[in-house]
């Protein structure tokens, strides 16, 4: 296909294509002429991963580099796609590393014995969240966390079916970044919706 | 206490305990003279849960009127307060009204049996959050959404517990604002530690 019919195809305007070109986040098409290219759907992939990760990932140009530098050969195992999409999406790390995590922070994850290394950046950010809602007043005992712990981990299982499904690294990838940023808001929502429904139960029960 | 104690209890500047006063957000003391007015226990926990809605639940004085109004005799229900504290925070529901809401979000609903009611303003900002998801090329195919759903209701259990915890009726509207605005950075991180712990647990099982 033709870079027209590449932006039709994903969506994404030409002057955009010809920037992702510029910038070597799209491959350069094979060339039919002197200023013709001819695109395939490996193209239309690329271009789809590239977009889900600006418009909805928020990842910036040199982040896309270092996602599609992990996805070249050697092909990174799925576990390492999603340290790699994590490491990338911003507000998965906190600016300042991690050395300073709260103690507290650790131990609550060690509790959880999951296995998840003590440098993740997602426990910075865990107990980030956990000191705030503290300071506002909410007690938040570990034994409540440890549940909402539990329930999230049953949502991890469904997240990570969801990437097992993908049939390329490429899409993987964007199953990954698309699924963490806009499910975070469908959760949110649910969680909302099921507020009310456990509410209602017990009132009426 | 006077008000320069009422500030120091509370973490609010006198500046701003005169704003809700003026406003009407807080009680006026019991006057002591012409200049000074004694604050008691009462004061502190309203001005705690002030400083909650407009501080971390985004909560403007409309709102907070509003919130405040319920709270007042009749004494509602820890039902209603939930619905009267969703209503206020920003987000809740949508500006244009939940009239025109996608028919699958109440299919999905009505399919989940949670009893909730058609027009609850979650169901809109669910249909909202999911055609998004989908649009950027993420499949989320019903039944994923519906484990989604049974992993947020163990989530509602445990904020409905907190809730249930509360001594008075403006600490249970503190609970579910913080709880409910400030809960959720805590579960979205534990949502990403959790999917490291399960990527890791599949590619090593």
Redesign the interface.
């Known amino acids: 296909m033709r870079i027209s019919e590449l932006a039709e195809a994903t969506g994404v305007p030409v002057h955009t294509l010809k920037y992702y070109l510029r910038e070597g986040l799209l491959m350069p098409g094979e060339a039919t002429s002197r200023t013709r290219a001819e695109y395939g759907p490996q193209h239309v992939e690329r271009v789809?991963l590239v977009r889900?990760l600006v418009?909805?990932g928020g990842v910036g140009i040199a982040g896309v580099r270092a996602i599609l530098d992990a996805l070249e050969a050697p092909p990174p195992?799925?576990?390492e796609l999603?340290?790699v999409a994590?490491g990338a999406l911003p507000g998965?790390s906190r600016e300042d590393g991690t050395a300073d995590v709260d103690p507290w922070a650790r131990r609550f994850?060690e509790q959880?014995d999951?296995?998840?290394?003590g440098c993740?950046?997602?426990?910075a950010?865990?107990a980030?969240?956990?000191v705030?809602?503290r300071a506002?007043?909410?007690p938040?005992p570990d034994a409540?966390?440890a549940?909402?712990?539990?329930?999230?981990?049953?949502?991890?299982?469904?997240?990570?079916?969801?990437t097992?499904r993908a049939t390329s690294a490429a899409e993987a990838m964007?199953?990954v970044v698309?699924?963490?940023v806009?499910?975070?808001?469908?959760?949110?929502?649910?969680?909302?919706?099921?507020?009310?429904?456990?509410?209602?139960?017990?009132?009426h029960g």
């Open positions: 789809r889900a418009q909805h195992s799925r576990h999603l340290g994590h998965a994850v959880l999951w296995g998840v290394e993740a950046p997602a426990i950010r865990l980030d969240a956990v705030q809602a506002a007043g909410l938040l409540d966390l549940r909402y712990a539990q329930a999230m981990r049953r949502v991890a299982e469904v997240d990570l079916e969801v097992e964007r199953t698309i699924g963490t806009l499910v975070d808001p469908v959760l949110l929502a649910l969680r909302r919706l099921a507020q009310e429904a456990e509410s209602a139960a017990r009132s």
